[in-house]
């Protein structure tokens, strides 16, 4: 069975900083890009971050040069450094993987076949 599990979410004043992971199982994760999407209370799922298999990144504008994306294909396990944070980064935070092959990086969340159950990251000012 396939799990992405995420973990590191909490509660942190604005500027300061998390580290969300993302541990993936049931499949390699190796041949699959993986993203960070957020939601916000009464708003859509926006993408934040992507990580391809080898590495390559994309960010949304509102979090670059703030968030480091990252995975570690030996761990199956993917990472968000969040630093400089910010009220409006409050949101529950989701892991997503592509389906096994699908090695490019993509901000779609049409794109992505596996979903963590989410992380709640509160930033208060």
């Known amino acids: 069975q396939v799990q992405l599990v995420e973990s590191g979410g909490g509660l942190v004043q604005a500027g300061g900083s998390l580290r969300l992971s993302c541990a993936a199982s049931g499949r390699t994760f190796v041949n699959s890009a993986m993203g960070w999407f957020r939601q916000a209370l ?8 992507a990580v391809s298999w080898s590495g390559r990144t994309i960010y949304a504008d509102s979090v670059k040069g703030r968030f480091t994306i990252s995975r570690d294909n030996a761990k199956n396990t993917m990472y968000l450094q969040m630093n400089s944070l910010k009220s409006e980064d409050t949101a529950v935070y989701y892991c997503a993987a592509r389906a096994d092959g699908f090695l490019l990086v993509t901000p779609s969340e049409l794109n992505y076949h596996n979903w963590g159950q989410g992380t709640q990251v509160t930033v208060s000012s």
């Open 42 to 49: 009464g708003k859509e799922r926006e993408f934040v971050a």
